[in-house]
């Protein structure tokens, strides 16, 4: 029969049940470059952590997430936030979702997410302003009309109980829905320690016409949980450095009834995507977010002399943010001879509103107080033996005379342009050249009391050039060397926009240059090995005009360095066998005497050298094991150097069993041999004890 009286023929529709990646490896990014790349031709050190990872090691938060991250650590966001420190910058702004910036203070969750991205060094071309260490990108799980639908319930130690669902259904070939959603009521190994999440996040897919894609998403997230500021130090040294206090594990600091964070999200997100084919798109990227976040602390402060008694201190905080940012890209290629180019452009827009309120404590003193000192209610000495406590706190703004407690209103406005072109000379020869600018104006109420009239409003204005360049050489197709420079700016404002002076708000903002050199080799197809190189200056620092204290001017030259070089290893080994490897060596110190901080001193909480193994072997397609061992050489609690964080190695194992396709379960056992460690800190008398030998089975079911 010819060809074109041939009968239509209607098939049966195939719906695909959706299989998450069962690997460690990742070959592609689209955030790196706004473009679909693979990772080894971009200039740049990059760490994914899968979503594979995560359910094996049970990663349910950043900091857990970055466990196996070289070149990253945490700090202790003083019980109520996530804080990291990538490579030896200190950071609780540095967090994007889908390449938007998600900037407010909390504990991010990992119920909803794909993937995240560990981007390391200056990322200002891509992702704007701040990120001088590097910044963490999550990639959230979204409708794509592939089905599913998975349970998971976890308990353990420390009455650990968590549940979250993943429900996926194409209703049409134009029409995909998704939901995602935890719920968690749990205890900690800490005395009187407390966390509740929940979470839901429903999305949408729209296929618009054959080439536009639709992705409409909305996220409610809410984490309460007690503000933890871990143990205080001795006041004495011992073998030349101060040590965190001996005391039990479980003992708590201070009234762990009072000391409370809760944060409300509400996020709205939207994609837009239009293919007109030849590699032409344009994508537009909304996000629409409203925090809500406040936490009171009763903690500790410094212990007497003799090690008998600790001060409490208390305040509590309010912080209410709206952020509105757009995003459009457009993403072409050309040839010129024999050069292939392919060209992103793009344009974004940003506001944010922010509201502070900081009320101090005074403590209630004499009769029927826990506290020993009979004046200067601002603190509360208890013995260092029983700091456990609930004392009487009345709390106020207190921010007479114009200083003290913050009280403000912000506005800040972002605009942006930028432009990169990903250049092929040849199969083994290409670059990447990119540049944006970026005007970020912010407008600041003072509303401290006492604050003269023309101190209120303070403004700033900043211009921002971010450069990117970088070169790839592949010698072959499955190894690439490469050299690379960034730019990125931190302006007065802080990273959380409430840091504007009178004194500084006409200094120009903070600059941070990073250079690097790595590699990065494809072993064999599932298994990829990097390695990195790189100096990252920092300079702009604002320091008291020697000739007028009322005065901040910019320090010449650079006020600190990071010498470093971090090795990763992710994939498969052997078909049973998978790993993920790390290590990183950091130089991170003052090279210029900055107020009252000298140089030479070591970047808090960066340790010299720090490692991470972890290794996954099936027996079968039943039964697996796997044992993983993290190593912190010695660090400092923070810049003073005068407390010490000694070195550590901690041991993980987990045992997987796969009843059938459906049912599933784990078992994973943290520190396995309960040894005693401090992670993190915010303060020299502020600092994490590790928790002890814990364990947590988690029952997997997908229908």
Known sequence: MPAAEKEAVDLDTIRVRGQRLNTYQVERSTSATKT?????????????????????????????????????????GEGNRDGLVFRGNSSTAD??????????QYYRDTYNIERIEAFKGPNAMIFGRGSPGGLLNRVTRTADWREALNLGVQFGSWQKRRATADYAHPFSDA????????????????????????????????????????????????????????????????DGTRHPVTTDRATFFGDPEASRADVEVNAFNALVEHDFGDGTVLRNRTRVADYAKTYQNV??????????????????NATD?????????????????????KFMTGIEFGRQDTDNLRRSGLFALGAGSPCLNPTGASSCLVPLTSPTVSPIVVYANNSSGGSGDARNTGAAEAAAIYAQDQIEFSSQWSAIVGLRYDRFDVDFTDLRTGVAADRRQLSSSDTLWSPRVGVVFKPREDVSLYASYGMTYLPR?????????????????????????????????????EAAAFRLDRSNAAITDPDDSTRLILLEGNSQGVDGVELSLAGKLADKWQVIGSYAWLDARTVRTVGTTPAGRVLAQTPEHSFGLWNRYDFSDRWGVALGATYRSESYATISNAVTLESHTRYDGAVFYRFDERFSAQLNIENLFDKAYYPSAHTDNNITPGAPRSAYVTLNFRF
């Open 95 to 104: 967090f994007f979702v889908d390449g938007m910036r998600d900037d407010v």
């Open 299 to 316: 903690f500790p402060g410094n212990v007497n002399a003799a090690g008998t008694t600790v001060a409490l201190s208390a305040y509590n």
């Open 175 to 238: 029409f995909a829905f998704r939901v995602t959603g935890v719920h968690e009521d749990s205890e900690g190994f800490r005395d009187g320690y407390e966390a509740m999440r929940r979470g839901l996040n429903p999305t949408a897919a729209i296929h618009a016409g054959e080439n536009t894609l639709i992705t409409l998403g909305y996220e409610y997230f809410r984490d309460e949980r007690t503000a933890d500021r871990g143990i205080p130090s001795y006041a004495t040294a011992f």
């Open 493 to 529: 404002s802080g990273e959380q926009l409430g840091s504007l002076a009178f004194n500084s708000q006409s200094l120009d903002a903070e600059e941070f240059e990073n250079t690097e050199v790595g590699a990065k080799w494809e072993i064999r197809p599932g298994l990829t090995a």
């Open 321 to 341: 943010r709206k952020n509105l940012f757009n995003q459009t890209d457009l993403i072409f290629s050309a040839t010129t001879g024999a050069v292939e180019h």
């Open 36 to 76: 679909d790349t693979l990772l080894r031709d971009v200039p740049q050190a990059i760490t994914v952590i899968t979503g594979k990872q995560m359910r094996d090691q049970a990663v349910q938060g950043m900091a857990d997430a970055v466990r196996y991250v070289p070149g990253i650590g945490t700090t202790q």
